[in-house]
Structures are given as structure tokens and as C-alpha cells.
């Protein structure tokens, strides 16, 4: 059974930092695509970062510069740091493990509130 678990959200003030972790279980974060999206109320889910199983990286234009994805392999965990943070960026952050293959399953985790106050 695969799963993901997100932790590290809560309330900050615009222009601080913040790091989501994305703790995965039953798969190898270092041998699938790892992603996180959004959304904010009212609006649609959308994509903010991207991790593949190479390590290519990518970002939605409104976060980059401001945000990096990474990985600890060790710890089976996928990592968002959040910096520069805007009132814009107040939504539900979702960690998804993306399998790679033919066949492509998509596993998100329950979300993590960032609320950034201006």
C-alpha cells in the first residue's frame, strides 16, 4: 500500500519561509516522480513543483525563485522549501507520487495548510 504524508504547514507572515515534508511509504520516492500542487479556495488545483526520478526539476513561474523540491532518499521523503513567501501562496499544499511505467498511478496525501499573512 502506497501512501504519502504531508507535515510542516501552519501560519506565517509574508516574506517568511516555510518547509513542507512529504514522507512516502510502500514506494522509493527516489525511483518515481514526485510532485507538489495547491489550491487555494475558489480555485483550482494547480502544480507548483516537480521532482523526477533523475532529478530533473520544475516549477510553476509564480514560485520560481522562491521555492526549491528536493529529496532525501535515506528518508523516503520529499521536501518544499518556501521562501519569499506571499499572501498568494495561502492555499492546501498536496504531495503526489507519480509511478512511472505504462501504467501510471497517482498517490496524493490528505494536504497541509500554508496560510501567509500579509
Known amino acids: 500500500q502506497v501512501q504519502v504524508v504531508e507535515s510542516g504547514g501552519g501560519l506565517v507572515q509574508a516574506g517568511g519561509s516555510l518547509r513542507l515534508s512529504c514522507a512516502a511509504s510502500?514506494?522509493?520516492?527516489?525511483?518515481?516522480?514526485m510532485g507538489w500542487y495547491r489550491q487555494a479556495p475558489g480555485k483550482q488545483r494547480e502544480a507548483v513543483a516537480v521532482?523526477?526520478?533523475?532529478?530533473?526539476?520544475n516549477y510553476a513561474d509564480s514560485v520560481k525563485g522562491r521555492f526549491t523540491i528536493s529529496r532525501d532518499n535515506a528518508k523516503n521523503t520529499v521536501y518544499l522549501q518556501m521562501s519569499s513567501l506571499k499572501s498568494e501562496d495561502t492555499a492546501v499544499y498536496y504531495c503526489?507520487?507519480?509511478?512511472?511505467?505504462?501504467?501510471?498511478?497517482?498517490?496524493w496525501g490528505q494536504g497541509t495548510q500554508v496560510t501567509v499573512s500579509s
Open positions: 503526489v507520487l507519480r509511478t512511472l511505467g505504462y501504467f501510471s498511478y497517482e498517490y
Open positions: 521532482i523526477t526520478s533523475g532529478d530533473s526539476t
Open positions: 510502500g514506494s522509493a520516492v527516489s525511483r518515481n516522480t
